[in-house]
Structure formats: structure tokens, C-alpha cells
């Protein structure tokens, strides 16, 4: 298995991936949601506000982590949102999802990010280090349906400390349905 972030010019297979998983895990609606939002992201935003991350096998792509920037108004730490993630359905529970978030997280740290989150599992996401962090430490784009799934960690030496201001997720993300 490698990891790449080639992504321009395989935007469809990706896409495809992240649908096809998504449909198989919580079905069509779930599965259209998720591509369109791969979609999107892949194709507007701007590029230091992306990182993209793909293992790939035999040529195929068999799993993709999306990252994209947050922005708070009065902190000037780099935030990247890590999501969504998706391991291609038959090579699921082989340990490719905890390798390719390992990778992403070392990546993201080498590009200068200080500070990770994501927005989902905690018992799944506390494997590769994010820890609950609530709203008030770090203010969510929306309201989040969910705030047990709001997850943190430091990328650099630092403790994390509460960001300040007001977030502004990018144009893919703009949308309460994804929070
Ligand atoms: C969630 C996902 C990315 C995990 O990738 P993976 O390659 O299957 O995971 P790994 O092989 O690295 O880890 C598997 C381990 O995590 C556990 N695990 C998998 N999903 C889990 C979850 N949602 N919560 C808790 N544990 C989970 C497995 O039980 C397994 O545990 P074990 O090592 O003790 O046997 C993958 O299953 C997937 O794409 N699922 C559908 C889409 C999705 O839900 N994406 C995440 C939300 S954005």
C-alpha cells in the first residue's frame, strides 16, 4: 500500500470511492450526501485550504481522508477539519483506515497545521490521538447535533488551548447538515 496526494486529475475515483462506501455503510441518501461533499471539496476549494490523502494498491485507490482549513477570527494557529474518511468497503477492518490517518496527521503536521479535528466516532478517532473537545474550547460552524463526536489534538508540541474567535469552515462545509 502507498499513500499519495495526487488527486487532480482522479477527482471522479475518488468521489466514486467515498460514495460507494458511504451507500454501503448508511445507504443512498448517505452515500449522495458524501460524494457530493467530496465533490465539492475537491473542486472548490482553494488549494492551501486542502489536503488530500489516498492509499492506493495496484494502482487502485482503495481509501481517501479529506482535510480542509477552519478558520478562527482571532487566532492565527493553522486548524485543519480531518473528514471525511473512507476505507473502500472489502478492505475495511485491515488496519488501513488507522495507517492512512497516521499518515494524514504526520503530513498535515509537516505542512504546518497546528492544531487537528474532526467530527465523528470518538471510540474510533481516539485510536490515532483526538480527545473530546466541546464547543466552547472550539467553536463549531453550526450547532453540532452530535457534540460527543467534536474531537481535538495538538499537531505540535504545544498543548491545545481553546481556539478564539469565529470559525469559518470552507464553501464545502457551509451547510449545517454536515454538522
Ligand atoms: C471507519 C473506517 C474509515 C475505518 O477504517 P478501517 O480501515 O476499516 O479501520 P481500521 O482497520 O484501521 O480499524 C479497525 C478497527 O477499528 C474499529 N472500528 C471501525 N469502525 C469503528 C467505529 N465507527 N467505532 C469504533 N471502532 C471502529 C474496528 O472494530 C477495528 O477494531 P480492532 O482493530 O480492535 O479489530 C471505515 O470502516 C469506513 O470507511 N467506514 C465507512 C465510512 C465511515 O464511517 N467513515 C468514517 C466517518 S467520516
Same mark, same amino acid.
Given at each position: 500500500?502507498?499513500?499519495?496526494?495526487?488527486?487532480?486529475?482522479?477527482?471522479?475515483?475518488?468521489?466514486?470511492?467515498?460514495?460507494?462506501?458511504?451507500?454501503?455503510?448508511?445507504?443512498?441518501?448517505?452515500?449522495?450526501?458524501?460524494?457530493?461533499?467530496?465533490?465539492?471539496?475537491?473542486?472548490?476549494?482553494?488549494?492551501?485550504?486542502?489536503?488530500?490523502?489516498?492509499?492506493? #494498491?495496484?494502482?487502485?485507490?482503495?481509501?481517501?481522508?479529506?482535510?480542509?482549513?477552519?478558520?478562527?477570527?482571532?487566532?492565527?494557529?493553522?486548524?485543519?477539519?480531518?473528514?471525511?474518511?473512507?476505507?473502500?468497503?472489502?478492505?475495511?477492518?485491515?488496519?488501513?483506515?488507522?495507517?492512512?490517518?497516521?499518515?494524514?496527521?504526520?503530513?498535515?503536521?509537516?505542512?504546518?497545521?497546528?492544531?487537528?479535528?474532526?467530527?465523528?466516532?470518538?471510540?474510533?478517532?481516539?485510536?490515532?490521538?483526538?480527545?473530546?473537545? #466541546?464547543?466552547?474550547?472550539?467553536?463549531?460552524?453550526?450547532?453540532?447535533?452530535?457534540?460527543?463526536?467534536?474531537?481535538?489534538?495538538?499537531?505540535?508540541?504545544?498543548?491545545?488551548?481553546?481556539?478564539?474567535?469565529?470559525?469559518?469552515?470552507?464553501?464545502?462545509?457551509?451547510?449545517?447538515?454536515?454538522?
Amino acid at each position: 500500500m502507498d499513500f499519495s496526494q495526487a488527486f487532480e486529475g482522479r477527482e471522479e475515483a475518488v468521489i466514486e470511492l467515498f460514495t460507494a462506501t458511504f451507500t454501503a455503510s448508511g445507504g443512498a441518501e448517505e452515500g449522495r450526501l458524501i460524494g457530493d461533499l467530496v465533490r465539492h471539496q475537491l473542486t472548490g476549494t482553494a488549494a492551501p485550504d486542502l489536503q488530500v490523502f489516498l492509499a492506493e #494498491s495496484g494502482g487502485t485507490i482503495i481509501a481517501g481522508a479529506i482535510s480542509t482549513r477552519l478558520t478562527y477570527d482571532r487566532d492565527d494557529r493553522a486548524v485543519f477539519v480531518l473528514g471525511p474518511v473512507a476505507v473502500a468497503t472489502e478492505r475495511q477492518g485491515e488496519g488501513i483506515g488507522r495507517a492512512l490517518l497516521t499518515h494524514a496527521l504526520k503530513a498535515l503536521r509537516h505542512a504546518g497545521v497546528d492544531i487537528a479535528v474532526t467530527y465523528g466516532d470518538p471510540a474510533y478517532y481516539s485510536r490515532v490521538g483526538f480527545q473530546p473537545i #466541546s464547543e466552547a474550547f472550539a467553536p463549531a460552524p453550526f450547532r453540532l447535533q452530535h457534540p460527543e463526536g467534536w474531537l481535538g489534538q495538538s499537531l505540535t508540541e504545544a498543548e491545545m488551548t481553546p481556539l478564539r474567535g469565529s470559525p469559518r469552515c470552507v464553501e464545502a462545509f457551509d451547510d449545517p447538515v454536515f454538522w
